[in-house]
């Protein structure tokens, strides 16, 4: 239940941010959680990449993907897999900030477990 709580914050953080519409609250596992918010993601990216590639790299850098990530995806990735890539890189590290937060809330908690 808590990966499915952590999947369903990170959706919303991301929607925000990207400014995706959240209409999924029958979904029921992580794997469906993972699956929605990748596709969603890539096509914004293909959308930000076509139309306002400035935009897109803003985002990247508010979401906090590191630089060289960004230009290894486009260096090293075919045209069509960077939405895929770089909606990949996005998630990880919005799961990354989602459970660094956590624990650094618990660990200075004032009120023991």
Known sequence: ???QKTMREAAEQLCE???????????ENVESWLQWL????EERMTHLLQ????????ILYRV????????????NTV?????SKLATLVI????????LRRKWSEQFSPYPK
């Open 51 to 58: 139309k306002n590639h400035q935009e897109l790299t803003q």
């Open 38 to 41: 990748q596709a969603r993601l």
């Open 17 to 27: 941010t990207f400014q995706l519409p959240m209409k999924v609250d029958r979904l």
């Open 92 to 99: 990880e590290r919005q799961l990354q900030k989602i459970e």
């Open 79 to 83: 045209l069509t897999e960077i939405p």
């Open 1 to 3: 239940m808590e990966d």
């Open 64 to 75: 906090d993907i590191p630089e060289e990530a960004i230009q290894e995806v486009f260096q």
